[in-house]
């Protein structure tokens, strides 16, 4: 491996996180697997206050927008440790989708919109979501949208389907990803649009059910309908036509983000995993952990989860020094990667709880619900294989 260890000063900041997970977010949980939100949402923003006066708020963002200024490979350290609870990266308002929106706004966005939208959600005042997937068409194709944005005077009229867009319920804003010119190139079709929320035309349609699961505000998908949305043109983000760059420019270093906080996942499911086997026992004075098969599902972990951090942070590392185009490899390795690993840990886990990992009494299977979906959000796995093949092979051809 090519990068170097974290500094001292990186590593008291992740002793400061893990003490922050553990003794004010962790005792949370239960509320918000038992989707009790309405006595959740008072103490979280209580933490998250308790963030920002511990200067651990925007871990991702630069320090002259109010963040921390972490470097891409630093804030995969932070994203590993506050993936361990499903309320870690809310608490310190780095969460998706709100994250990459900020991304966006800071290197797209006009000092007007800057002002209107960007501002309010670096202070956390407001949340926003990010409208691209649609029921009616593939999500594996970011550019075939049916969603139009139709210029009519000095204003857009939008009109369109969206499912999928996550923390809609309660957003302030969307981003829109809308078709701007259907007869241009397949990769310049789509423009990125401001939508504000109580915008005529605007409708959350419902909170979409996943795995029986509909949630809530932050932790919820949105269905949205579009029905001639009258926005300004000045709510364009970027170029007519750049929505498809935008994007890609966004996903790169989300999924090192999306990676990290798996990873995460792993670590507190591994633990669990680990500590139960420990102290469970399947007869009297025989623990759980003296079984070959429990035995070989810890070793597999350990080692999957540890090689799975370090082709991450590999990959953070080269996009910091080379920039995102360059690690496209890697990245694609990663996505579906650590997808997989996850998936595997999880159910590892899951399956020495036995009866008790059905339930919400751990986390467990609120992350087999909903992480489920790592492995085919940001790209399905197939699609970063036969692209990462293509490149590989590419290089071989004469």
């Not at 609870?85 to 308002?93: E, F, I, Q, S």
């Not at 979501?129 to 068409?137: A, G, Q």
């Not at 036995?354 to 009494?361: S, V």
């Not at 909903?370 to 490149?391: F, L």
Request: aromatic residues 8%.
């Amino acid at each position: 491996m090519n990068f170097d260890a974290p500094t001292p000063e990186m590593r008291m900041l992740l002793r400061t996180l893990d003490e922050f997970v553990r003794e004010e977010l962790m005792p949370l949980e239960r509320p918000f697997l038992y989707h009790d939100f309405d006595a959740l949402l008072p103490a979280l923003d209580d933490k998250r206050r308790q963030a920002k006066r511990l200067g651990l708020w925007l871990p991702q963002i630069p320090q002259e927008y109010g963040g921390m200024g972490l470097s891409l490979f630093e804030h995969g350290l932070v994203s590993e440790v506050l993936g361990r609870t499903p309320l870690g990266h809310y608490a310190l308002n780095c969460q998706a989708p709100d994250a990459g929106n900020m991304e966006v706004l800071i290197e797209h966005g006009t000092p007007e919109q800057k002002e209107r939208f960007l501002m309010p959600l670096l202070a956390g005042d407001v949340r926003s979501c990010f409208s691209m997937t649609e029921p009616e068409n593939a999500g594996s194709n970011p550019t075939w949208l049916s969603t139009t944005a139709v210029r009519d005077g000095d204003d857009y009229v939008i009109n369109g389907h969206k499912w999928f867009s996550t923390g809609g319920d309660g957003a302030a804003f969307a981003i829109v990803m809308a078709v701007t010119d259907p007869a241009a190139a397949k990769h310049r079709r789509a423009s990125m649009i401001l939508v504000p929320a109580d915008t005529p035309g605007f409708e959350i349609v419902e909170n979409t059910s996943v795995m029986g699961e509909r949630g809530a505000g932050w932790a919820s998908h949105a269905e949205i309908r579009y029905s001639d949305c009258r926005v300004p043109q000045t709510n364009r983000l970027g170029a007519e036509g750049m929505g498809f760059v935008i994007a890609q420019q966004r996903l790169g270093p989300g999924r090192i983000h999306h990676c990290m906080r798996w990873i995460g996942i792993c670590e507190r499911a591994f633990d669990l995993m680990c500590r139960h086997a420990a102290l469970r026992e399947v007869a009297p004075g025989r623990p759980l952990a003296e079984l070959g098969p429990v035995q070989t599902w810890v070793a597999e972990s350990r080692a999957e989860i540890d090689a799975a951090r370090l082709l991450v942070l590999q990959t953070a590392h080269q996009i910091d020094r080379e920039g995102a185009h360059a690690a496209r490899d890697s990245i694609s390795l990663i996505k579906f990667h650590v997808a997989g690993v996850l998936q595997a840990v999880l159910d590892r886990a899951i399956q020495v709880h036995g009866a008790m990992g059905m339930t919400d009494e751990t986390p467990l299977a609120f992350w087999y619900r909903h992480e489920r979906a790592a492995r085919i959000y940001d790209g399905p796995d197939e699609v970063h294989k036969w692209s990462v093949a293509r490149r590989i092979l590419g290089r071989y051809a004469a």
